[in-house]
């Protein structure tokens, strides 16, 4: 069955800190994957995608992922993060032509001011 | 647009009673999901819609049962609540053509909790 990891269940960080969440799956054929974001208080929204073509994607607020096909890893990383990036994010894979998307725990980031 | 909705947005039940969580969608979407989030977990999917007249199960779909009533409503019910349905409930939708990179959009959740 597909899974997907995510090694940080918790991570506190001071601003202008770097972040790098770890994100694996397991599947053998083509993915897509996904990078979503819960603000407190707020809904989930999507940060990032990969579907194909430069395995460096970069979204919304400052924040990009790279995909490793040979490691089946798609982190997350910011250079600097701030305050408001506090928020819980979950990392999530489709497989090509499927229609349920599978999540990973999650990761609740702090961010201390 | 109002993207996808949901009601209640909270609700206490007692063990055994029934109830229903609605979801609508104003994006003209084909495909609508319900998804639980407990704490360190994540969230799992229930059931699905793929289209309009379809439903299949996700990862955790027993206790639950869904209608897709029509392109815009899809609703999930709990016949007999159990403690274990405590969690946070959310509805999903993408537009489900061709592409599987779709973005999912999510409502803003129901808390629930069965006594």
């Known amino acids: 069955a597909q899974s997907v990891s995510q090694h940080n269940h918790h991570v506190i960080l001071s601003e202008a800190a770097s972040l790098e969440l770890g994100c694996n799956y397991s599947?053998?054929?083509?993915?897509?994957l996904f990078w979503y974001v819960q603000y407190p208080g707020q809904h989930l929204q999507l940060l990032l995608k990969?579907?194909?073509?430069?395995?460096l994607v970069k979204g919304i607020k400052g924040f990009e992922a790279e995909f490793i096909k040979s490691k089946f890893s798609f982190n997350l990383r910011k250079p600097s993060v701030q305050w408001s990036d506090t928020a819980e994010y979950f990392c999530a894979v489709i497989t090509t032509g499927g229609f349920k998307t599978i999540f990973g725990a999650g990761t609740r980031l702090f961010v201390k001011a | 647009n109002a993207g996808v909705t949901q009601t209640p947005k909270f609700q206490v039940l007692k063990t055994g009673q029934s109830m229903t969580l609605q979801c609508a969608q104003d994006?003209?979407?084909?495909?609508m999901y319900w998804y639980r989030q407990d704490p360190g977990m994540g969230l799992r999917l229930i059931y699905y819609?793929?289209?309009?007249?379809?439903?299949d199960k996700g990862e955790v779909p027993n206790g639950y049962n869904v209608s897709r009533l029509n392109k815009r409503e899809f609703s999930l019910r709990l016949e007999s609540a159990a403690p274990s349905q405590t969690s946070v409930y959310f509805c999903?939708?993408?537009?489900?053509?061709?592409?599987?990179?779709?973005?999912?959009?999510f409502g803003p959740g129901t808390r629930l909790l069965v006594l």
């Open positions: 990969y579907f194909s073509g430069d395995p």
């Open positions: 599947y053998g054929g083509t993915v897509n």
């Open positions: 819609s793929a289209s309009e007249g379809t439903t």
């Open positions: 999903a939708s993408r537009e489900g053509g061709t592409y599987t990179w779709e973005t999912q959009y």
């Open positions: 994006m003209n979407h084909n495909s």
